[in-house]
């Protein structure tokens, strides 16, 4: 018993002597160390690129008696096109303003409200502006690092934040108890997202912006959650294309029924209707609540991205004439539905 504790003390002996002789173990202080620098200049570097690009918006208060800083947004192109949150500016009855840099002032002139989703373009009369870089949303990874800049509370502009990827691919509902919007596939970050940093911008440690800063969870700490960029860009380049944000719409409320739960309840796999907007296509063209729409124009309706039904109807064109395959009462029949423009 002895010998062995004497073996140990020898041994720890022999190990002190040669961390202090030679230095070893410092290398793993300084590896630590190099770390906490690494990170430390991404977060910098990225800060330092990418603040001229991010603005604040401010809305015009009644009566002209000054201006109340709302929201955050950042630049897409030099001349003049900036992307925030649609319910930034929600009310439309006012005017709007973008803060670039610390002081500059410049008038809105246009807003372009995406009617699916929590997005504007907001049009400002100014060229010559830096415009963020847009990265692939599709490649991000849980515990990936990320930044988020934004006017925090409606009151401290450029407050950065940073944190991680904490869940992807998850479904909210945003919005206030008068309007609110039921989102998919976002993104949670630990990152503080605060009031006044919606329409804001969340970098990757390249400094690409990956998502757009939509909301924080009332009822936890440190849980907040951003559209992905992807989903921006699909929405710029129909701006892009079109000139607007307008898309057709269905106007049906609805479950997907996956093969599973299909067979399970004897039903069939497809998109099973809840709900039926007043005065929508659906609604005229005679789609029911309880109804299973299985196809669109022969395209088969699956719980997968690909196959889901809003993605289908907005590959599709206002007007478009459309064949729907739906099951009800045990049988199955197409109806013909007019694709109509939704409003904002």
């Known amino acids: 018993m002895k010998k062995g504790i004497l073996m140990g003390l020898i041994i720890g002996v022999v190990v002190m002597f040669l961390v202090f002789k030679f230095g070893f173990g410092k290398e793993i202080v300084n590896i630590t160390k190099n770390e906490i620098v690494d990170e430390e200049s ?11 690009s991010v603005v604040t918006i401010s809305m015009v208060k009644v009566g002209g008696s ?32 973008v803060v670039i840099g610390k002081d500059e002032v410049v008038e809105v002139e246009n807003i372009y409200r995406d009617p699916l989703n929590d997005l504007a373009i907001l049009r400002v009369k100014k060229t010559g502006l830096n415009a963020v870089d847009l990265g692939d949303s599709d490649k991000l990874k849980v515990g990936q690092s990320v930044i988020a800049i934004g006017t925090a509370l409606g009151e401290f502009r450029s407050t950065v934040t940073t944190g991680v990827v904490s869940g992807l691919g998850r479904g909210i509902v945003a919005g206030s108890a008068e309007n609110t919007e039921k989102l998919d596939n976002v ?35 440190n849980i907040g959650f951003a559209l992905p960029i992807n989903l921006t860009k699909e929405s710029v380049e129909y701006f892009r294309t079109t000139g607007e944000f307008d898309r057709p719409y269905l106007g049906v409320g609805y479950k997907m029924v996956n093969q599973e739960l299909a067979t399970k309840n004897k039903i069939v796999a497809g998109a099973w209707v809840q709900g039926i907007s007043e005065n929508s296509p659906a609604k005229k063209a005679g789609i029911k609540i309880g109804d299973i729409i299985t196809e669109i124009d022969g395209e088969k309706l699956t719980d997968s991205d690909n196959g889901d039904l809003v993605k289908t109807i907005n590959n599709k064109k206002i007007g478009d004439v459309i064949k729907v395959k739906i099951y009800r009462d045990k049988t199955e029949q197409i109806i013909n539905v007019t694709l109509e423009k939704k409003e904002s």
């Open 42 to 52: 991404v977060v910098t570097r990225v800060v330092e690129k990418a603040t001229p």
């Open 66 to 97: 000054g201006n109340q800083d709302v929201g955050s947004g950042f630049i897409i192109s030099n001349d003049g096109l900036i992307v925030t949150n649609k319910h930034v500016v929600a009310d439309t009855t006012l005017k709007y303003k």
């Open 187 to 221: 993104i949670q970050t630990d990152a503080a997202i605060n009031l006044g940093n919606s329409g804001g911008p969340l970098f990757n440690s390249g400094g690409q912006v990956i998502g757009v800063n939509v909301a924080v969870s009332a009822s936890g700490q």
